[in-house]
């Protein structure tokens, strides 16, 4: 019996996608004071499990969506790797000399190489929708720094990607020349043999009954290699195709590539610029260090000054409080004086 299973990934993500973002930080809101009170929020807010007495909800972020795409990309390299592995032991076994039907290797090799393409594209496609500007409704201002992580993560792919295209290039390339070195080497071998000198009318008539038989057995061996060769010629075809195929992809990826070089020099002249900037703030501060230490000394030396100034004052001023006549001594005091004296006298 059959099993027919629905997959709803997509309706969540697109649930997802047009839910608002909230902000940075997480709102935590708590439904202590009655389980009723969540009826009265809007029914877009509302959870999926109902809110009772003594549980808090979290609302928290959502990762931004270019974070899914960064790991799907991360998948789709991880199967790619598997299967270049795989086409490496395709190749290795199918250039060995063998007398067998190998058809079946042929159109594995083929399938697999076309696979190889195609996983490289929807790469591609996956990389380039991360630096896309997503759409929510209510409109959020975009943030200048998840802008640049999306930047950095899409450039980072895109050198992963290239790496790994690049391996399969080569590997293609070797594969290439091992096929072509065969079919070169088939062909000199008949031409050696003289198997392909015996093909034409003139040789059928100067021979006998077992010359014929023998040139019919050559002619259809020839007929076998030269069917072998268009086989060669063909997949060196195809080959030849998905390379160009692949020299597009590079072709796109290298813009990212040349993005994340400027990026580098830009990374590298802002450092430079910090250095002298630094310098400049270490001269500046030996300076103000230099001044702040003679500011002191010159504020002592201000503090001595007003100090003697302020004693000069006193001692002028202190003079003039005191400069007043004393008074004059009293009659009786002054009578004993002239007695005194006019006694002595007398």
Known sequence: ??????????????????????????????????????????????????????????????????????????????????????????????????????????????????????????????????????????????????????????????????????????????????????????????????TISLKGSEGMSAVDEDVAAATHTQVQSLSADSQDLTTRDRELTEIAKSISSLAELFKDLSVLVIDQGTLLDSVEYNIEQTAVHVQDAAQELTVATRYQKNTGRRQCIFLLLLIIFGLVVVLILKPKRHSTPPPPPPLASIDVQRRLIYGNIV
């Open 1 to 194: 019996m059959d099993v027919f299973v629905r997959s709803r990934t997509g309706l969540f993500l697109s649930y997802r996608d047009s839910r608002a973002r909230i902000g940075s930080r997480s709102r935590i809101s708590s439904y202590q004071e009655s389980p009723y009170a969540a009826v009265e929020e809007d029914d877009e807010n509302e959870g999926l499990i109902p809110a009772s007495p003594g549980h808090t909800a979290l609302d928290l972020d959502l990762p931004p969506k270019w974070v899914d795409i960064s790991e799907q990309v991360q998948e789709i390299l991880a199967d790619t790797q598997a299967k270049i592995t795989a086409l490496e032991k395709l190749h290795a076994k199918h250039v060995l000399p063998g007398f067998t039907d190998r058809s079946m290797e042929e159109h594995e090799i083929e399938a697999l190489t076309t696979d190889i393409t195609k996983d490289f594209r929807r790469c591609q496609g996956l990389i380039q929708r991360i630096g896309a500007q997503t759409h929510t409704f209510p409109p959020d201002a975009p943030s200048s720094h998840a802008t640049l992580t999306a930047k950095n993560v899409q450039r980072g792919l895109a050198a992963k990607v290239q790496d790994i295209s690049a391996t399969f290039r080569k590997k293609q390339r070797v594969y290439m020349e091992k096929l072509q070195g065969h079919a070169i080497k088939n062909q000199d071998l008949l031409v050696a043999s003289g």
